[in-house]
Structures are given as structure tokens and as C-alpha cells.
């Protein structure tokens, strides 16, 4: 069993700050990348950054300088780190781990979403 928690979301002002934390525990080996997603309402899920193993990172354009993406020391957690937030930030955003389990099986798994919303 791997579990995915997310913690970090909330309501902010626009060109406030917010720190996303994800955690993942369980029934892992290894994990190789992760990454944060976001899904607002009526439209699809989209990528928002992402972080390999070796600390590479990808950013969606529309985040770009705004955004920054980092693993703990224990290359089990990931933050996201959000500046300088605009209402089109508003979304449920979503941890994914791309991960091996002790069973050797390689997997994503998804945490259960944190809300964020940017209003005044």
C-alpha cells in the first residue's frame, strides 16, 4: 500500500504565497519522479512541475518563474513553492509519484488533491 498526502492548500490573496507539501509513505523501494498537477473547474488536469529523481525539473509556461518545484532531503516529499499567485491559479492541485514498490512494480500514484484558491 502507498499512500500520497498533501498538505499545504488553502485561500490567498492575489500576488500572495502558498507551500505545497506532499509525502509519500508505504510499501516503496524507490521513486524516480514526481511532480504536481492542478485541475481547475471544467477543464482537464494539467501538469504544473515536475521533479526527477536526479533534480532535474519541467515547469508548465503559464508558472514559469513563479513556480519552484523541490524534493526533501529524503527524496520522499515534494514541495511546490508558490509565488506571486493569480486567480487563474485556482485549482485542486494534485501529487503524483512515478514509484517502485516493494513488490517491484512500478506505478504513478496520485495523492487526493489540495484545494488552492486566489481571491481577494
Known amino acids: 500500500q502507498v499512500q500520497l498526502v498533501e498538505s499545504g492548500g488553502g485561500l490567498v490573496q492575489p500576488g500572495g504565497s502558498l507551500r505545497l507539501s506532499c509525502a509519500a509513505s508505504g510499501n516503496i523501494f524507490s521513486i524516480y519522479n514526481m511532480g504536481w498537477y492542478r485541475q481547475a473547474p471544467g477543464k482537464q488536469r494539467e501538469l504544473v512541475a515536475a521533479?526527477?529523481?536526479?533534480?532535474?525539473?519541467n515547469y508548465a509556461d503559464s508558472v514559469k518563474g513563479r513556480f519552484t518545484i523541490s524534493r526533501g532531503n529524503a527524496k520522499n516529499t515534494v514541495y511546490l513553492q508558490m509565488n506571486s499567485l493569480k486567480p487563474e491559479d485556482t485549482a485542486l492541485y494534485y501529487c503524483?509519484?512515478?514509484?517502485?514498490?516493494?513488490?517491484?512494480?512500478?506505478?504513478?500514484?496520485w495523492g487526493q488533491g489540495t484545494q488552492v484558491t486566489v481571491s481577494s
Open positions: 521533479i526527477t529523481s536526479g533534480g532535474s525539473t
Open positions: 503524483n509519484a512515478d514509484l517502485r514498490t516493494t513488490a517491484m512494480s512500478r506505478l504513478a500514484y
